[in-house]
């Protein structure tokens, strides 16, 4: 099953099918008529969909059949003069910089400057296209991708792009239909040519697993008493199966020494955990009285080094000491099985001061692309990924303390009408649906500063402003919106007013974004108090280590061959054992990037033979 990618429909419906059709706004910014590399920026453009002048060159196969019944009608401006396109150089220089430092957000403003000055170079495009993707801005990086394509059809760069960000959506159908176009553009392109053997192959699996009802199978039921514990086995035994403050203890003291949990005490915790999350509602009240406290923790993706770093400033979870951790536990990093039985056995131990919401990467596909089936597959088996995904489908979605602060993952509603009541009817033991339903999108979306609501740019969820944000709070008698699923700098971020506050709990994120983790501590006022951190050292197990050894292989798909980029790295100083040439993962994050990033940003092939040009994207000179 594939998760929602459906909710948001972009303007523009040349994201639809790869066809280049209908007027597309971009950052207020128009697109020029497409045209050949060497002359960009140098013929008429006018805002919105491609115009060409008569004869102005055949047509894509792309675009015949639908570019005339979408054609603006805006007034053709004229081309940038000379001094407009070399400030627009000079921006995108600016960002390029940028964007290798990772400061995508700031790139991202650069090269929007540079496409306002000269909206007709499908570069900029595409490079802000790439910057969207780092930010997981998928539904941003298609509109990029498709203004690229636009402007230049022949560009292999842009479907790369697009394809890229279908592919990350779970799109697959989309994705195909993009890399098809690739190898049309370069039939000869061995790496076009595998990524898309390879999305052929994913589909084909995603029938298979439709036609044999996979995602309806109920999962495997093991009995933990039938498990022996070998003598060998030094770690934490759980007497008489119950979970102790002491067991805690010395389970996390394990993980720190890099060590497993035995599997019977593995399945024990997570079978305990799914029942006390089935009991649950799917809105959960929470009480802090006069004189207590609680704490509210974002995103920590798999970090047990950061996650242990909380509990030595903020205490361990206890009932004097309770949290709310407000999802995606899980993915990204590559110490989510520690994260995550650290998690679940306090839950456990205290099951009503240790309070878990799901968040967007608690779901199957998610967990196939980004590292946690292929972590669980790796260190445990198939089998307990099966318990993991069912005991993931019993999460919470929110919780309300106080009557006053609601905290979930994502965001806000499509509907003014949805409420609080909505919410607790939700049937939550299934993967998120694929339409604009309150369960999707108070996984998904975001806060935006601008009154209203807008599609988001992930290409699922919405993006709310601040009078959605008050309305909703007002007319559910709360006071505050507590939401995650957004790296940000210096951990936090206060938006609407005061009355949305993101938190992410993950510091220096992916091991390359530089950024602060933060938690929040509320007492009985419910006033806000706010702790940053910084990431602490961990073990060399790169991120996303083990993406795609669980299920469908997005690192492989995404890694291409890296037997050319052996040579490279030599190059560079980097010392890769033989067998690296057989392991993509491995051989992209000996780059210093986790794999994604990595496999994005290196589009294998030799500039001359394979047309790929260097690390961010093509002509960054």
């Known amino acids: ?88 150089d000079s921006f995108k220089q600016q960002a390029n910089k940028k964007f290798q430092e990772n400061h995508h957000n700031e790139a991202i403003d650069l090269y929007t400057k540079a496409i306002e000055l000269n909206p007709g170079n499908h570069i900029l495009f595409a490079n802000r296209s790439f910057a969207h993707i780092k930010l997981e801005n998928y539904g941003s990086a298609l509109i990029d991708a498709s ?86 086995y030094d770690g934490p035994h759980l007497e008489e199966g119950r979970v102790t403050a002491k067991f805690m203890e010395d389970l996390m003291e394990h993980f720190k020494c890099e060590k497993k949990l035995h599997k019977k005490y593995a399945y024990m915790i ?55 951790f407000n999802g995606d536990f899980v993915d990204r990093g590559s110490f989510g099985i520690e994260t995550i039985f650290t998690l679940f056995g306090f839950k456990a131990l205290y099951p009503q001061h240790m309070h ?70 939700i049937d939550r033991h299934c993967e998120p ?66 009355k949305t506050i993101t938190v992410f709990s993950a510091p220096n994120y992916c091991d390359q974004m530089g950024n602060k983790g933060a938690f929040i501590r509320f007492e009985a006022d419910m006033k806000p108090k706010f702790t940053k951190f910084d990431a602490v050292p961990h073990p060399s197990a790169r991120p996303m280590q083990y993406a795609g050894m669980g299920g469908f292989n997005i690192m492989q798909f995404l890694g291409g061959n890296w037997g050319p980029l052996r040579p490279r790295l030599v190059a560079c100083g980097v010392t890769l054992p033989p067998s690296w040439a057989l392991r993509p993962i491995n051989a992209a994050c000996a780059v210093g990037c986790y794999a994604l990033d990595s496999a994005l940003a290196l589009e294998w092939g030799s500039s001359a033979g394979m047309g790929f040009g260097s690390v961010i994207a093509d002509d960054h000179e």
């Open 270 to 324: 997570l079978t305990q955990v799914r029942d006390i999350l089935k009991a649950e509602a799917s809105l959960v009240e929470v009480q802090v009285p006069q004189g207590e406290h609680i704490t509210v923790c974002g995103d920590v993706h798999g970090q047990f080094y950061d996650l242990c770093n909380i509990f030595n400033i903020n205490g361990v979870p206890s009932v004097d000491n309770p949290y709310i």
């Open 147 to 232: 203004e690229s394509i636009e402007l230049a059809p022949s560009y292999i760069k842009g479907y790369f792009r697009r394809g890229t960000a279908y592919l990350a959506l779970g799109k697959l159908k989309q994705a195909k239909q993009d890399f098809t176009k690739a190898v049309k553009i370069e039939p000869k392109n061995t790496d076009a040519r595998k990524k898309l053997d390879e999305v052929t192959k994913a589909l084909r699996q995603e029938r298979f697993n439709e036609a044999i009802g996979v995602d309806s199978a109920p999962p495997v039921v093991i009995d933990p008493a039938n498990i022996e514990v070998e003598a060998s």
């Open 433 to 498: 649906p694929d339409d604009s339903c309150p369960m999707t999108e108070l996984l998904w979306s975001d806060p935006i500063n601008i009154p209203g609501r807008q599609q988001s740019k992930r290409g699922v969820g919405v993006a709310f402003g601040p009078d959605v944000a008050e309305r909703f709070l007002k007319a559910n008698n709360l006071e505050l919106l507590v939401r995650s699923h957004e790296c940000k700098d210096e951990g936090y971020e206060i938006d609407h007013d005061g």
């Open 1 to 88: 099953a594939l998760p929602p990618w459906g909710a948001a429909e972009f303007s523009s419906a040349a994201i639809g099918k790869g066809k280049a059709r209908g007027p597309t706004t971009v950052g207020g910014c128009g697109v020029q008529l497409g045209g050949d590399r060497e002359r960009q920026g140098s013929r008429p453009y006018h805002r919105g969909g491609l115009r060409r002048a008569a004869g102005g060159g055949k047509m894509s196969d792309s675009e015949n059949s639908d570019t005339a019944s979408g054609a603006s009608t805006h007034e053709e401006k004229p081309a940038p003069t000379p001094e407009q396109v070399a400030e627009s």
């Open 356 to 425: 878990l919401n799901r968040g967007n990467h608690e779901t199957v596909n998610m967990n196939k692309m980004y590292g946690f089936e292929g972590e669980v597959v790796h260190k445990y088996t198939k089998d307990m990924m099966d318990l993991f995904t069912d005991a993931f489908r019993w999460l919470p979605l929110s919780h309300v303390i106080n009557n006053k602060v609601l905290v979930l993952h994502g965001g806000l509603f499509s509907k003014d009408e949805t409420n609080l009541q909505d919410l607790r009817k």
